[in-house]
């Protein structure tokens, strides 16, 4: 299993990035898929997550509507759009897919670095 994630950057607050994760090695089409974000000194966190056939999103509360997250089965590729970004969004952001409560893959990617500053 393999995640590669990119599209972050440095940003100004009130900014947008478009985050993207390829992912391969396993049945993309089959697992729910989320974005998380560790900003340093603190846990990861679960910031966004899209069902199997995109039927359902769902958002930690720091992020709604500001953040939307959409999947493309046929590219086995995840994305978070991200809108008026914070100071407080600043974190590595990270992909994984979970099907009946297991990860997808417990080696994580490297994660893209989301800056966000003035």
């Known amino acids: 299993v393999q995640l590669a994630e990119s599209g972050g950057g440095l940003v100004q607050p009130g900014g947008s990035l478009r985050l993207s994760c390829a992912a391969s090695?396993?049945?993309?089409?089959?697992?729910?898929m989320s974005w998380y974000r560790q900003a340093p000194g603190k846990d990861r966190e679960l910031v966004a997550t899209?069902?199997?056939?995109?039927?359902?999103?769902n958002y930690v509360d720091s992020v709604k509507g500001r953040f939307t997250i959409s999947r493309d089965n046929g590219k086995n590729t995840v994305y978070l759009q991200m809108n008026s970004l914070k100071a407080e969004d600043t974190a590595v952001y990270y992909c994984?897919?979970?099907?009946?409560?297991?990860?997808?893959?417990?080696?994580w990617g490297q994660g893209t670095q989301v800056t966000v500053s003035s």
């Open positions: 994984n897919g979970r099907r009946f409560g297991v990860l997808a893959t417990t080696s």
């Open positions: 090695g396993f049945t993309f089409s089959r697992y729910d």
């Open positions: 899209i069902t199997r056939s995109s039927g359902s999103t």
